[in-house]
Nanobody, 122 residues
Framework: QLELVESGGGLVYAGDSLRLSCGAT????????LAWFRQAPGKERDYVAS????????EYADSVKGRFSISRDNGKSAGYLQMNSLKPEDTAVYSC???????????????WGQGTQVTVSS
């Protein structure tokens, strides 16, 4: 079974950049759609971005378009989320998820990591 571990979170300031990583172990990463989600305290989980198996199909939530960039390196079994021009409202626990389809992931299904905290201070 595929296992995911996020890393790269931390405390940054408004306007800064941060790169999150999603490392996969236990199974090849290339057969799965990868997506990033985030959840702020007291709020429901929000979709952030997704990338297809080969990396050719990418989409973003409106709230992060133009600022965030999702990518993957199947040779390293890893996914990434480059976050630029960070805002305080980006503060949340960011989780990566892998599954057979984006629809499944948006339902909370598939394989999920434990998440990494991103805090953006003004």
């Amino acid at each position: 079974q595929l296992e995911l571990v996020e890393s790269g979170g931390g405390l940054v300031y408004a306007g800064d950049s941060l790169r999150l990583s999603c490392g996969a172990t236990g199974r090849t990463f290339s057969s799965y759609t990868l997506a990033w989600f985030r959840q702020a305290p007291g709020k429901e989980r929000d979709y952030v971005a997704s990338i297809s198996m080969s990396g050719g199909d990418i989409e973003y939530a409106d709230s992060v378009k133009g600022r965030f960039s999702i990518s993957r390196d199947n040779g390293k079994s890893a996914g990434y989320l480059q976050m630029n021009s960070l805002k305080p409202e980006d503060t949340a626990v960011y989780s990566c998820a892998a599954g057979s389809s984006l629809r499944w992931l948006k339902k909370g299904l598939g394989i999920w990591g434990q998440g990494t905290q991103v805090t953006v201070s003004s």
